[in-house]
């Protein structure tokens, strides 16, 4: 779920981008987020979840390769205390015995059986200690890693600068939401430590409830007129229990609830009826007979002495007092939970991608997808190229045979090339041709490998000048000096039908 109503917040400065123009980035992807929405789209067609699991995340994988994005999986570790609390009241609430294996067992269970897969197409992954979406939080506010990866709103509030989501492919292209903290902070003058008080007010992983009866709206509300006047809102929320001030406003509420409102003057607002105003006056408007409609002077009456104090502060006092009906409001550890990284990117610097494993890939697809070795190779020669060209391994790790011809792949200007692996264990290229031939775009291979493209090219003019010398070459039909033109030829066809049908026409007449 992650904070209650976030990501609608957040609409205003979402953004649309095609996954292309993320090449070049390492991404920390939320790998328990993936396997929930892979058991997600099996519920809805005839497949098991780890089919659905194993066969999304691979095909995913080879898509970012191919794209030039590095992908860093993370893996959750054990629920925080207060997590674990919220999880056990939750299944008691569903009629579940706190003995009963919780759903997160579940999703580690699947994790455990992706990490086969991410081993053998040499993917890196790391566990987090708590959170995964913390985890990558914690590596993109460090720098570790360009972007996360998550469904997980509360990434935000662990610190997290830029997130993607909503992975959409289609057969033209695929898309992604985008999300950038600095937008957050600019556009919706919400920064960190706003976002970790909107979580306690309207409800997160931590606290499903929140306050009660307080919702997206009031909570929006309620932060942006907090910041007016106190820069730091998480902490005046903080203080609202001990604020001797917030107190003596509660009291002053309290009483003018019990005290009851005198009639005033519907002219100049004042204690007293516009009758009895326009008889003797009105003492606050220094008036011997009506009253004065443009008076400035507030009523000083017990009402409206209190109501002037507590005003300001009317709809902080009323979210205080539903608020502070929940003991622990707000929860310490909540707030340390989001806000402190207890030193959970230790020893994840040092991130290496590898050449997927031949063998490992064919044992993969037997167990899950039970695909002919034919069938995974054309799937993964593919990434295997464009890992090597847009650098996540060596480019020693290919080499172009030979390019085939010109051709074009989702309207981008390819060459039809046959490439070799230099890894020790996969196939030889020469039992497969069709196989190692697939479609590589023209900038990188010419980038990369620029003295093939260029023997290439240098063939294909040799060859159009061949053609055209040819064409010369070929010997015109001489015509006869009785033969006649087309247009000669259709024009005299033209009399003669002209002549024939009016010598037709005066035999008739």
Partial sequence: MGVCNLWNVLEPVKKQTSLSQLSGQTVAIDLGGLVVQSFKASQQSTVTGTFMMIRVLFYRILNLLKLGIKPLFVLDGSAPLIKAENLLKRQLQQGHSPSKSTERLKFQTCQEKCLRLLDALGIPYISSTGEAEKLCAILNNSQVVDACMTDDSDSFLYGAQTVYRNYEHNNKDTTIEVYHMKDVEENLNLNRRDLVAYALLAGCDYNETGVQGLGQTKSCTLLQDLKKSHPDVLERIQSWRQDSQLKALQKNQEKLREIKKGKHCSSCLHLGSKSIHLQKGC?????????????????????????????????????????????????????????????????????????????????????????????????????????????????????????????????????QTQWSIQDDGWPNESDSVENYTIKTEKCLLQSKFPLIVKDFEKQQEEKEKQKSSEKQKKPRIKKEPHQMTMDKFFSSRKRLNFDSSSTSKKKKS
């Fill in 283 to 415: 003492e606050v408007c220094n008036t011997v007979n009506d009253c004065a409609t443009d008076n400035t002077v507030l009523c000083q009456c017990p009402w409206h002495h209190l109501h002037n104090q507590t005003a300001l502060f009317a709809t902080e006092l009323g979210i205080r007092d539903k608020a502070l009906r929940d003991d622990k409001f707000p929860d310490t550890r909540i707030i340390d939970e989001f806000l402190n990284d207890d030193g959970n990117n230790r020893g994840v610097h040092d991130i290496k991608w590898k050449v997927p494993n031949w063998r490992d890939l064919k044992s993969v697809s037997e167990l899950y997808f039970r695909w002919n070795p034919d069938y995974l190779l054309k799937q993964v020669i593919p990434a295997v190229v464009y890992m090597s060209l847009h650098g996540i391994l060596p480019l020693t790790t290919i080499k172009p045979l030979q390019i085939e011809k010109s051709c074009q792949d989702n309207f981008k200007a390819c060459y």
